[in-house]
Nanobody, 115 residues
C-alpha cells in the first residue's frame, strides 16, 4: 500500500522558516519523481516544486524561487521542502505527491504565516 505522510507544518511569523517532510512507503521511492503542491483557502491546488528520482531534475514555480528548496533522501524514502523567508501568501496546506505512474497524495500539512 502506497503511503505518503507529510509533517513539519506549523504557524510561523513572516520571515520565518520551516522544513516540511514527506515520508513515503509502499513503492520504489528512488525511481519516482516527487512533487510538493499547496492549496490556499478558496484557491486551486498549485504545483510548488518537483524533484527527479536521483535529484537530477528540479523545478520550482516562479513565486517560490530563491526561497524554497526541494531535496530528497532516497535511503530514508523522504522528500523535503525547506521554506525560508515565509510570507503570509505562503499560507496553505502543503501536499506531497508521487508524480510517477499512478498519482498518490499525502494528507497535507498546514503552514500558516502570520504576525
Amino acid at each position: 500500500e502506497v503511503q505518503l505522510v507529510e509533517s513539519g507544518g506549523g504557524m510561523v511569523q513572516p520571515g520565518g522558516s520551516l522544513r516540511l517532510s514527506c515520508a513515503a512507503s509502499g513503492f520504489t521511492f528512488s525511481v519516482a519523481m516527487m512533487s510538493w503542491y499547496r492549496q490556499a483557502p478558496g484557491r486551486e491546488r498549485e504545483l510548488v516544486a518537483s524533484i527527479g528520482g536521483a535529484g537530477e531534475y528540479i523545478y520550482y514555480t516562479n513565486s517560490v524561487k530563491g526561497r524554497f528548496t526541494i531535496s530528497r533522501d532516497n535511503a530514508k524514502s523522504t522528500v523535503y521542502l525547506q521554506i525560508n523567508n515565509l510570507r503570509p501568501e505562503d499560507t496553505a496546506v502543503y501536499y506531497c505527491k508521487r508524480a510517477t505512474g499512478k498519482t498518490y497524495w499525502g494528507q497535507g500539512t498546514q503552514v500558516t504565516v502570520s504576525s
